[in-house]
């Protein structure tokens, strides 16, 4: 096999942090799930729920399915 020398991208500071930012992100919540169910609880909770509130919570309900 033929070893050859990495690829080099000249990164400074700023951006090896935007890339760990990222990387942590999805360790955190991979899929968004916590922030998706603490939407749909505030909604569900509100007295003053409306037809349009449960459109919203269902569309919600189909992105978090996909």
Do not use: H
């Not at 050859?4 to 000249?10: D, F, K, Q, S, Y």
């Not at 942090?17 to 749909?40: F, H, S, T, Y």
């Amino acid at each position: 096999m033929i070893r050859r020398n990495p690829t080099l991208i000249p990164m400074n500071d700023n951006d090896v942090q935007d890339i760990r930012d990222i990387v942590n992100k999805g360790k955190v919540d991979p899929e968004g799930n916590e922030v998706l169910a603490a939407k749909m609880k505030k909604l569900a909770d509100n007295p003053n729920f409306t037809n349009e509130d449960q459109k919203m919570l269902d569309s919600m309900r189909m992105w978090k399915e996909r």
